[in-house]
């Protein structure tokens, strides 16, 4: 087996172990491993031959055995163990709750069901109710959960969504003819949470032998639907994935059209009848000649439609059109490289996992000029707030750190805005902050009046600087708060204060609508990581993507200035 087949064993036996009800942390351990194996760069087989596999980060000696087993036979005599063990479609039908294993072993004995489409037929034909344990109470509850199970969200977050598909895309690399890979589709436009990854290849010869490379890859356990140069599957773990691949001559055109929404899509289909020209997913031609156009990047699709460039964040069909026409799409988008700042970092004086120094190296080693460490205040105990005596040993840490380090450390704190709208920590204390970030963290089902006065309330104090995660959403498990933002916002933009747009993949708050309503009232931003750790100053690049989204410019982001001028920005005596 090559890397590919054996992460996906892995993580079939994490799966059978998480339903077998056995060891969960054993359970989590191969799923973790999966991820581990599937991601190993340069000759795997060769760590395999030099019992080298413990060198990768999760694997111990008795996975490694494992994995050996998996390496050399190609089969694993664990996994088989399980598979014996545990019912037919266990993997399928344990997804819908209240069935065990128990209640699976009886409805494949009884009645042979071994998937949901099995089950369904079988409840159609009222046949449960004659196998002991199952009557009409059980056959009305699996009738609800398999309708709440058809019309589930399937959209997992962007972060895990890049992830999954970065494997893909590793795994297409081991062909040769592969010229150009790419995830498009949701993750390329950088939408919070994606439903179907979609990956696009060129090839220098035959698109159809990277589609059948695709439908290789070990962990696709349904191939949905299937076409000439395309096709889309589900893998192991659910998630969908979508594979389309045209010449390497071809490519733009495909790329484009697995990039835009419909609705961007649609809008351009429209001028190009409206000129004589046809857009597909394989080709630009002229309609009266059938003449393919010339395309050589997608900026030349938008200049046969005479519009401007449209990047990939931007195709919502939200206006980017009309603005294209118009020549009013921004040449200075926020990009990466536009960030001289780290703004928003947890310690272990708070919540984080890594000390002030490992922050400020790592920081530092990214490039960045300065570094605010942010932590929490004391109010959000349960993170760890620092009290005032804490708050001096915290400022004490940080004067030693910066004798060690060029890049600038800069004292902050992530604020909480009380009930009533004050701020945490006394005003003389909050005066000899360089940067104040004030969030809220409790009290999220205050009613619109409250909560709208509570925010309006913190804004109008004046050392009130960075308005932090604004609206509180954590992405599929809290909504936002309850607020009448427009009028939030007419107040902020009276005001010196800016709004974070907050890189954490769980947050990704402000959402695109409320910042483009701020960019109307000439809000300023800074765009974050709420890094709790040094691995989530990574956080910064999906931040930049929302805030695209959101259509931000350079001169917008506070945290594109350097370090005095940031300073100056954000001080409370400003």
């Given at each position: ?16 172990l ?5 060891d ?5 351990a ?10 190993v ?9 030099q ?37 037919r ?11 065990t294993?128990?209640?699976?072993q ?7 069901i ?84 979609r ?8 698109p ?20 000439r140069?395309?096709?889309?599957v ?26 835009g ?16 020209i ?22 030349d ?11 990939p964040?931007l195709r ?6 009309a603005a294209?026409?118009?020549g ?5 988008l ?17 919540d984080?996992?890594?000390s ?20 929490h ?21 940080i ?16 604020s909480?805005i009380l009930?009533?709208g ?22 999220y089902?205050?009613?619109?009046d409250?909560?709208t ?7 109008r104090?004046?050392?009130f ?15 936002p708060i ?14 010196a ?24 009232r ?14 989530e ?8 993507g ?6 931000v ?7 594109t200035?350097?370090p005095?001028?940031?300073?100056r ?6």
């Open positions: 087996m090559d890397r590919f087949e054996i992460a996906a064993a892995l993580q079939e036996i994490g799966l059978l998480r339903i077998s009800g056995k969960q942390y054993r359970s989590q191969y799923t973790r491993a999966a991820q581990a194996v599937s991601a760069d340069g000759d795997f087989a060769a760590l395999v031959r019992k080298r596999l413990t060198d990768i980060k999760g694997i111990g000696q008795s996975l490694a055995g494992v994995i050996e087993e998996l390496h050399s036979t190609g089969r694993s005599s664990l996994l088989d163990s399980l598979r014996s063990e545990l019912p479609g266990v993997l399928e039908l344990s997804k819908i709750p209240g069935l294993v128990t209640r699976i009886a409805l494949n004995q009884a009645l042979g071994s998937s949901i489409s099995d089950l369904k037929a079988a409840l159609e034909a009222g046949k449960l109710r004659d196998i002991p344990g199952f009557g009409a109470k059980t056959e009305e509850a699996l009738r609800e959960q398999i309708s709440r199970y058809d019309n589930r969200d399937d959209r997992i977050l962007l972060s895990a969504a890049l992830k999954i598909g970065e494997r893909v895309i590793d795994y297409m690399r081991t062909l040769d003819e592969i010229v150009s890979i790419d995830l498009a589709g949701s993750i390329r436009r950088w939408k919070e949470t994606v439903a179907v990854i990956v696009t290849a060129g090839v220098s010869k035959s159809q032998r990277a589609l059948r490379h695709f439908l290789q890859y070990p962990p696709i356990i349904e191939v949905i639907s299937k076409e140069n395309a096709s889309t589900t893998l192991s773990d659910g998630v969908k994935v979508s594979f389309s691949a045209a010449s390497s001559n071809d490519y733009w055109n495909l790329l484009h059209h697995e990039t929404s419909r609705a961007h899509l649609e809008g351009l289909e429209t001028i190009g009848k409206q000129k004589g046809q857009l597909t997913s394989a080709k630009l031609k002229a309609l009266k000649s059938r003449r393919s156009l010339s395309v050589s990047g997608e900026e699709i938008y200049r046969h439609l005479d519009l401007q460039y449209v990047p964040e919502e069909g939200d206006g980017e059109i294209a026409r118009a009013k799409i921004p040449s200075d926020i990009v990466l490289d536009d960030i001289k700042g780290m703004v928003h970092c947890h310690t272990t004086f708070s984080g996992r890594h002030i120094e490992e922050m400020a190296r790592a920081s530092e080693s990214m490039g960045m000029e300065y570094l605010t460490i942010s932590d205040s004391p109010t959000a105990s349960y993170a760890g707030g620092l009290t005032l005596d804490r708050l001096k040993r915290q400022w004490e840490e004067s030693r750190v910066q004798e060690k380090v060029s890049i600038r450390l800069l004292r902050a704190t992530e909480d009930r009533d004050a701020l945490d920590y006394p005003d003389n204390i909050l005066e000899k902050f360089d940067l104040i970030i004030a969030s809220i963290h409790n009290r089902k205050l009613d619109e409250q909560m006065k509570r925010v309006i309330t913190a804004l104090n004046p050392l600087k960075v308005w932090g995660h604004p609206l509180g959403r954590l992405l599929q498990r809290r909504p309850s607020c009448r933002m427009e009028e939030i916002l007419d107040v902020a933009g009276q005001s204060a800016a709004i974070e747009i907050s890189g954490s993949p769980h947050r990704l708050d402000l959402e695109p609508r409320w910042i483009k309503e701020a960019r109307k000439s809000i300023k931003f800074v765009i974050s990581t709420d890094a709790h750790s040094v691995s100053l990574e956080n910064l690049k999906f931040g930049i929302i805030a695209r989204r959101g259509g410019r350079r001169r917008e982001v506070l945290n200035l350097g005095a001028a940031f300073q920005s954000v001080s409370s005596k400003a």
